[in-house]
């Protein structure tokens, strides 16, 4: 037990693009995320200033959007449903 980990290296591979979109999609949602960067990081540890950025981006910049986007739509409509209901 010398502090060694060991991975499944065909779930934690980025050989192909659709593996390394299952795996970067596990880790925006905390699911497993030591099991999709730790076999990274045992290579080399400046992947986790890759880690960290993408995880940043997502969480600061490409999730707030689209959830805002959903938010005033449905703003909107209730606005408009509102006042529809007003003028009965």
Same mark, same amino acid.
């Given at each position: 037990? $010398? !502090? ?6 065909? /779930?934690?591979?980025? %050989? ?6 299952? +795996?970067? @999609?596990?880790?925006?949602?905390? $699911? !497993? ?6 076999? /990274?990081?045992?290579? %080399? ?6 880690? +960290?950025? @993408? ?34």
């Amino acid at each position: 037990m $010398d !502090n060694e980990v060991e991975f499944d290296e065909y /779930s934690s591979n980025f %050989s192909n693009i659709l593996s390394a979109f299952n +795996i970067m @999609y596990a880790l925006i949602s905390f $699911d !497993n995320y030591p099991n999709c960067m730790l076999p /990274s990081l045992k290579v %080399s540890p400046y992947y986790l200033i890759y880690f +960290i950025l @993408y995880l940043s981006l997502f969480i600061l910049l490409f999730v707030p959007v689209p959830v805002a986007f959903v938010f005033e739509a449905f703003r909107s409509h209730r606005s408009k449903l509102v006042i529809m209901d007003r003028i009965k």
